[in-house]
């Protein structure tokens, strides 16, 4: 499903239409746990535990930019997703992978994880995401 969340920055006089994670579309894709750094950086608070999350302020700021990190959930122990602009990768506690190509596939029927075609980007994404849970450990 869509979760639309709309920013509206005064001094740019522009809305800024965010997507949560989870919806597939949109131009910018977040983890909720992204809103508290960005709404505090916005109202000018410190943030007291930087442990929440990034802020969203400098892709509102450029909305040209690219998020270079891809969005990770959680599900059930052992169980995780990351979600780029393009890939949803699925990684499950038993070892067993899913790979989507969200552009040619953007209702995630065909799992590519198998395709010689596709075996560098599976790579790429598992590493990525093992980066992203030593990180979100921290």
Request: net charge positive.
């Amino acid at each position: 499903r869509q979760a639309p969340f709309t920013v509206r920055l005064r001094a740019q006089r522009r809305a800024f239409k965010l997507t949560f994670a989870s919806s597939g579309r949109g131009r910018i894709y977040f983890g909720h746990h992204h809103l508290y750094p960005a709404l505090t950086e916005l109202c000018g608070v410190k943030l007291p535990d930087p442990r929440h999350g990034r802020s969203l302020v400098p892709l509102l700021r450029q909305p040209g930019a690219k998020a270079q990190r891809g969005v990770v959930t959680f599900f059930d122990p052992g169980n995780y997703s990351l979600r780029t602009e393009r890939w949803r990768y699925i990684r499950y506690k038993d070892g067993s992978e899913e790979l989507y190509d969200l552009h040619a596939d953007p209702n995630e029927w065909v799992n590519l994880t198998r395709s010689k075609e596709h075996g560098a980007d599976r790579d790429q994404l598992s590493e990525m995401l093992n980066r992203r849970l030593v990180e979100l450990r921290k």
